[in-house]
């Protein structure tokens, strides 16, 4: 019993060591994710890439890289380490693209370095319809996963099955941290 107590109090001590005695309960984020932000966060997904499609039928491909990697920068998290972004059309062995980078290449094509990719994001999207069939929240983190149909200037449908992790940031701002998409089996 008393290696327990001597245990428990060395962990406890150590848990306090780890806490900055400046940081006090108001310098510290605790932000916990609400619904409304999710699903605003996915909103915003689906109106930059129709943004960019439309960018790049108005500007060319410089202007769609430029809008685009700004949306990673707002959109993702690579500022905080690597991204689990598996796209829809990808290979091996350039199947998932942990930096915005790779994203980059992903949403624009026109990379070297990507040969295979073609710019999903520049296939003259129109809008962007989200069905989840689940959310799931918890603390600052949270998990959606369902389909997302997007129509192109054509009127055809594209569905795919996608699933998210969203952060909610130390700075308040909701990113993507992980987020796989494929096309429904059969397709």
């Not at 428990?8 to 984020?29: E, I, K």
């Not at 491909?61 to 949306?71: E, G, M, P, Q």
């Not at 003259?124 to 929240?137: F, P």
């Amino acid at each position: 019993m008393k290696t327990k107590s001597l245990v428990l109090a060395a962990s406890l001590l150590a848990a306090t060591a780890l806490v900055p005695a400046s940081a006090s309960a108001d310098a510290v984020y605790r932000g916990t994710l609400t619904e409304s932000e999710v699903l605003a966060a996915q909103k915003a997904w689906g109106e930059a890439l129709v943004a960019i499609s439309k960018e790049y039928e108005a500007g060319g491909i410089d202007k769609a890289r430029k809008l685009a990697s700004t949306v990673l920068d707002k959109a993702y998290g690579y500022n905080l380490g690597p991204v689990l972004f598996k796209p829809t059309l990808t290979q091996a062995p350039q199947t998932f693209r942990t930096t915005k980078e790779g994203a980059l290449a992903y949403f624009v094509g026109h990379d070297s370095k990507y040969p295979a990719d073609t710019g999903f994001a520049l296939k003259g999207w129109r809008s962007v319809e989200i069905k989840n069939a689940a959310l799931q929240i918890h603390g600052d983190t949270a998990n959606t996963m369902g389909n997302v149909m997007i129509t192109d200037k054509d009127g055809k449908v594209t569905k795919v099955d996608k699933t998210w992790t969203f952060k909610k940031t130390d700075d308040g701002v909701v990113r993507i941290v992980l987020h796989h998409s494929s096309l429904p089996y059969g397709s």
